[in-house]
């Protein structure tokens, strides 16, 4: 590879680290994603900035945490005078395409529930000063990628360049209701199969009653990863003859729930054969409660995004149907892979995976996300595959998010630049003692009585997590207690090492304030 190197980089959403065979999960098949991490190195302790979509989504494009980029929680864009990874290789040359679940502004349109808090009896200042920065993310270039704008034009495209990416084709939410190009695509190409979306109109199957699953119409070869699959073959063999080099972004919206695996996906995997995690039904913390109670009086209210309790038998269905959304993926990019190899394009392509968060996916008998950071939900994939050094290699050194973008650019041959708070994964030096993961709400839920802001200190063999606002937090000996079901954190016997804690979470906060912008004089 003499050029500088093309990037596949596939994200996928809401999948948990060992929801792989190569991360040692024995059930779910994913045989392509398993060559990668054989031929590359896998990444074992590998986490989010923040647990939610948007949030991680942005952290991974700058390197910053949430706190520095502003992107606190979903419904949140990230700002368009943002520097991202993907500007320094388009202006380095690189051809930079997103195919899929983009996800870094807005994508419902649905009203936010947060409000801005007024005091009655003052004067209001006008809109553009009721913020603290006078540059509002909100209007129409912070709208590119809503539904709405496809559903009142069909032919609406992405303005571009988009955080970097010259060539976006949207494929956004979830399940077999995907919107954006996607949407627009099957409308105009397949009438009749984009009237059969969605769960009034799925295919009759009592053998499953888990929330928010549903056996879709749409064929395998319609619904949305086959789509994205697609599109990127598309873009691989339209750059075969290009002497500029690609950064090709594959993010699949899948497996993310509700859980709708499409044609012979949905019952690949049977829910009887499925075990289920060591933690469920264990745990002693105020929201796992609340969520339990919810499941026995109202288990009708298990619907939207917040995170919800299941039953043995639920959990079991949920995890067999997210296998077969993960097989699907790991097809598709069996099929990119292999456009790649066709197009001689192999041996001069790193390819990457990851995901933006995990998933409870039946930890403590809970499932999706939301605010109790275990490490089914905090800890992600990230295999490194270049052909350049080729050998499988397991690295267990604590790495996150802020690292991805740091570790392509170098491996562009490009500066970083100033205000990144990620390394190179290969770049060597002293390991990280620990991390800090952030995350906060915009509203009540079945788990929490009030919105909430919570902080993560984890370390290799301790996480620590403290809430403002309430009275419990939370403190797992990660060595002893890889399931985090005994919380330490009001035990006498571990109060030295809980200071200690403290005091390096403390630390690393202080660590990860701004460093950007560099002064322009002394003073």
Not at 166 to 192: K, M, S
Not at 214 to 238: F, G, K, S, V
């Amino acid at each position: 590879m003499s050029k500088k190197p093309n990037f596949l980089f596939i994200v996928t959403d809401q999948h948990r680290a060992d929801h792989l065979g190569c991360y040692g999960n024995a059930t779910v098949q994913t045989p392509h994603i398993d060559a990668l991490a054989a031929r590359g190195t896998r990444f074992d302790r590998f986490y989010v900035a923040n647990p939610i979509c948007m949030c991680n989504r942005a952290s991974i494009l700058t390197s910053r945490m949430p706190s520095l980029h502003g992107g606190r929680h979903n419904g949140i864009p990230l700002s368009l005078e943002s520097t991202t990874f993907v500007d320094l290789l388009r202006d380095r040359g690189y051809d930079t395409a997103l195919i899929g679940k983009s996800h870094i502004q807005g994508m419902t349109g649905l009203p936010a529930t947060a409000k801005r808090q007024v005091r009655p009896g003052l004067e209001d200042p006008s809109e553009n000063l009721r913020e603290a920065s006078k540059h509002l993310r909100s209007g129409e270039a912070y709208e590119q990628e809503t539904a709405l704008r496809w559903q009142q034009d069909p032919n609406h495209r992405v303005r571009t360049p988009f955080y970097g990416f010259d060539h976006v084709q949207i494929a956004d939410d979830h399940a077999d209701l995907v919107t954006g190009d996607y949407a627009a695509w099957l409308a105009r190409t397949h009438p009749r199969v984009d009237a059969l979306r969605g769960p009034d109109n799925a295919i009759p199957d009592d053998r499953y009653c888990a929330p928010q699953a549903w056996r879709t119409q749409i064929p395998q070869e319609l619904y949305p990863t086959n789509w994205i699959a697609d599109q990127c073959q598309d873009y691989i063999r339209n750059r075969a003859e290009d002497d500029a080099p690609f950064f090709l972004m594959m993010s699949f919206p899948d497996p993310h729930h509700p859980f709708t695996p499409p044609g012979k996906y949905w019952d690949m995997y049977n829910p009887d054969d499925i075990a289920l995690p060591s933690s469920f039904g264990k745990g002693d913390i105020p929201p796992i409660h609340n969520l339990r109670r919810q499941l026995a009086e109202a288990p009708e209210t298990r619907t939207g995004q917040d995170p919800f309790a299941v039953t043995d038998r639920e959990a079991r269905e949920i995890i067999a149907l997210t296998y077969g959304s993960i097989t699907m993926i790991d097809d598709a990019v069996g099929r990119v892979l292999a456009s790649l190899r066709e197009q001689g394009l192999e041996q001069d392509t790193i390819v990457v995976f990851t995901s933006d968060h995990g998933d409870y996916m039946g930890d403590h008998g809970l499932m999706l996300k939301l605010l109790m950071h275990y490490q089914g939900l905090i800890r992600v994939p990230f295999i490194w595959a270049d052909p350049r050094d080729p050998g499988a290699r397991t690295d267990d050194a604590l790495r996150n998010a802020l690292d991805i973008g740091p570790t392509i650019l170098e491996a562009a041959r490009i500066q970083p630049f100033h205000g990144v708070q990620g390394a190179n994964a290969f770049a060597g030096g002293p390991e990280r003692q620990g991390l800090i993961i952030e995350e906060d709400s915009q509203r009540s839920m079945a788990a929490f009585e009030r919105p909430q802001r919570v902080r993560t200190y984890l370390e290799k063999n301790w996480r620590i997590s403290i809430r403002h606002g309430e009275d419990w937090n939370e403190m797992y000996d990660l060595g002893n207690d890889p399931d985090e079901v005994v919380n330490l954190w009001d035990d006498p016997r571990y109060a030295a090492e809980q200071a200690r804690l403290v005091q390096a979470m403390l630390v690393e906060t202080i660590n990860l304030q701004d460093r950007a912008p560099l002064p322009t004089y002394r003073a």
